[in-house]
């Protein structure tokens, strides 16, 4: 099956399209990992000032991925990027043990706004090939993961720069979207 033939499939097929928003501190790998999803040279990475949009063909989805910058002048506007999103995908940097605690706050208000809820969470846990960096189990304490009752969540290590873990993250994307497909079907919606 030529690209063609997938792209005809997916735009007749609107279920199959997925609006995912990439999250994080400044830093942290959020484009890097855009690019390595897109498979884009990933040796020249400039921070992101205002955002990134790319479609993504994943495992049969169109991915319309949206990274917006970290830093902390731009983080007051991400709520304007909620609407509609079907995963939040927020990336950490795991090595930057002094940032932990900023980053916890940060996804700790991401998760409590009310355009978000119920929204499935997974936290890349970058640069793993740091060996300063936590272990995946250890960022998801920092970020009191555990806490989190009001949606699914799911922690992948990952380095981003040569696309460790990161095919693993978008699986869980795909096997929650083709569940809530499923479950679709079984319940109605009202």
Known sequence: MGLLSILKKLRSNPDKELRLLLLGLDNAGKTTLLKQLASEDVTHVTPTAGFNIKSVLSSGFKLNVWDIGGQRK???????????????????????????????????????????R?????????KQDLSTALPPSEVAQQLGLHLIRDRTWQIQACVATD??????????????????DFLSLLIPAY
Request: charged share 30%.
């Open 118 to 126: 119920g929204v499935p969470l997974l936290v890349y846990a970058n």
């Open 74 to 116: 731009i983080r007051p506007y991400w709520r304007n990027y909620f609407e509609n999103t079907d995963i939040l995908i927020y990336v950490v940097d795991s090595s930057d043990h002094q940032r932990l605690e900023e980053t916890s706050q940060e996804l700790t208000e991401l998760l409590q706004d009310d355009k978000l």
């Open 163 to 180: 696309g460790t873990g990161v095919k693993e993250g978008m699986e869980w994307v795909r096997k929650k979207k083709t569940r809530a």
